[in-house]
């Protein structure tokens, strides 16, 4: 079995798996679980997610542990600490306040890999080892500058120095990041001054690469908290595994209009490939918004454009074990929600409020695929 996708259903809860297993001793999941009852108060709520998610640990994934998670809260001002406070796992957690469109107040998504060790490092990534490489995985960062571009600059700071203990660095390690931009159409310009800024001292421009990113609208409790940022690196990767990704037919280079990420990063091991699919919208090869004002449309294009930046990593959907969705307009939701259940249901995805970095996108999503290779040239996972 190489990857399957199917439901689980617990009280008051229910939760989407994708499994990759290619007869190796790391197994791979991803799971988006969702509340089934959304009249609950928060704390119900909260309960039914962490018992499904416990359900999964002790008896649907034997011997997974958790790697990574995401919580989509509707109010963080009022969850984020119950969460914190109910959730102890020892794996990396990114909490953030983008509300599940589906009318339920939290969303969880899991990495789980099995056959793996675990540990804090003294800078505080959380790393996950296996056969010479070390995942270095990050959730949540944030300080309390005096704005975006500030904020931006410490996490960036603080991040390359964290990487530097780990003998990485941003330019050779760092694979994805992720930026949670509290009021996005306000205080995204400054994250990009910042970005562009610490990635031209690092090396990172658009004659090298840059990084797979989302930088979407999010917020924490803390309404101070501007920018908030999630990341994830390899130590002990070699240059020659890791391989961008530009479907030139249809998106431009994102310097292009004055940022600096990757559409989407390929990372190949002797026996798997990882394909990170940074936040992607309804856009042309010349930079332009495609099909403005109308979200089927704008849907479909950004599909599209998944689908061939997929291609050039010769994937498929079938491949992607995990979507994210971001609308801007949440009466947007049921048509959208629609669409995804036609094309893409029993896939783990969530569907959030979230608006997009230009005012113009109503929707964006990003993803995650895994395929199995056999390249001899390079390591196992």
Same mark, same amino acid.
């Given at each position: 079995m190489e990857n399957? *996708?199917?439901t689980i259903t617990f009280e008051k809860a229910y939760a989407e798996i994708y499994q990759f297993d290619n007869g190796t001793e790391v197994k791979e999941f991803h799971a988006m679980i969702h509340v089934s009852e959304p009249g609950l108060p928060f704390a119900n709520q909260l309960e039914a997610v962490l018992n499904a998610y416990n359900s999964l640990v002790e008896e649907k994934l034997p011997g997974a542990q958790a790697v990574f998670k995401r919580y989509f809260l509707s109010d963080a001002a009022n969850q984020q600490d119950e969460v914190i406070v109910a959730d102890m796992t020892d794996c990396a957690k990114s909490i953030i306040q983008q509300a599940?469109?589906?009318? *339920? !107040?939290i969303a969880l998504w899991v990495y789980f890999m099995t056959g793996v060790r675990t540990s804090v490092t003294h800078g505080g990534l959380y790393a996950v080892e296996h056969n010479g490489f070390k995942h270095l995985w990050n959730g949540s960062a944030h300080n309390l500058a005096a704005n975006s571009e500030y904020q931006t600059r410490l996490l960036f700071n603080e991040y390359n120095m964290q990487l530097l203990e780990e003998g990485c660095t941003l330019k050779d390690n760092c694979i994805r990041t992720w930026f949670f931009v509290n009021d996005v159409d306000l205080n995204y310009g400054g994250v990009v001054r /910042?970005?562009?800024? $610490? $990635? +031209? *001292?690092q090396g990172l421009t658009v004659n090298t690469h840059f990084i797979a990113s989302t930088g979407i609208g999010g917020r924490q409790a803390d309404p101070n908290v501007l920018s908030q940022m999630d990341n994830y690196a390899i130590a002990g990767i070699e240059q020659e595994q890791i391989h961008y990704l530009y479907a030139p037919t249809h998106l431009n280079r994102t310097s292009d209009y004055g940022v600096s990420f990757e559409r989407g990063t390929r990372v190949d091991y002797q026996d798997r490939r990882h394909v990170f699919i940074s936040g992607t919208a309804s856009i042309n090869n010349k930079g332009e918004i495609k099909y403005p004002k109308n979200i089927v449309k704008q849907t479909e294009r950004m599909w599209e454009n998944v689908e061939t930046l997929l /291609? =050039? /990593? =010769?994937?498929t959907y079938d491949d992607v074990c995990y979507m994210v969705v971001y609308l801007r307009d949440t009466s947007d939701y049921q048509l959208v929600h629609k669409m995804y259940e036609t094309r893409f249901h029993g896939k783990p995805y969530v569907i959030v409020h979230a608006p997009v970095c230009r005012s113009g996108w109503l929707v964006e999503m990003e993803c995650m695929a895994i395929r199995k290779v056999d390249n001899p040239s390079f !390591? /196992? +996972?």
């Open positions: 399957s *996708t199917h599940p469109l589906d009318g *339920t !107040k /910042a970005r562009n800024q $610490f $990635f +031209f *001292t /291609a =050039e /990593a =010769e994937c !390591k /196992a +996972f």
